[in-house]
């Protein structure tokens, strides 16, 4: 069964630097499109970053400049580079997996930025 794991996230205060992870496994992953989003409390789910299977990306305008998303198809891993912090990057950090037969998220790990 597809399984997607994050690890990564924590305290940091504003300015600072976090770097998120996703091992998938049960995927052909180099055939899937991944993505990181976000859920603050009160808030909906949002975008934050995607990458296709041939790595083209895109961004929220919100962190545009600050995060960088990665995939390594070797190691079935997408990462998340995230600079320049702020608090309203607050949030529950989920990643996902797309490909032809499914459609899964992570459980989700949890990035608090302080001011």
């Known amino acids: 069964q597809v399984q997607l794991v994050e690890s990564g996230g924590g305290l940091v205060q504003a300015g600072g630097s976090l770097t998120l992870s996703c091992a998938a496994s049960?995927?052909?992953?180099?055939?899937?499109?991944m993505g990181w989003y976000r859920q603050a409390p009160g808030k909906q789910r949002e975008l934050v970053a995607a990458i296709s299977s041939g790595s083209t990306t895109n961004y929220a305008d919100s962190v545009k400049g600050r995060f960088t998303i990665s995939r390594d198809n070797a190691k079935k891993m997408v990462y998340l580079q995230m600079n320049s912090l702020k608090p309203e990057d607050t949030a529950v950090y989920y990643c996902?997996?797309?490909?032809?037969?499914?459609?899964?998220w992570g459980q989700g790990t949890q990035v608090t930025v302080s001011s």
């Open positions: 996902k997996a797309r490909g032809p037969l499914y459609n899964d």
């Open positions: 049960g995927i052909i992953f180099s055939f899937s499109a």
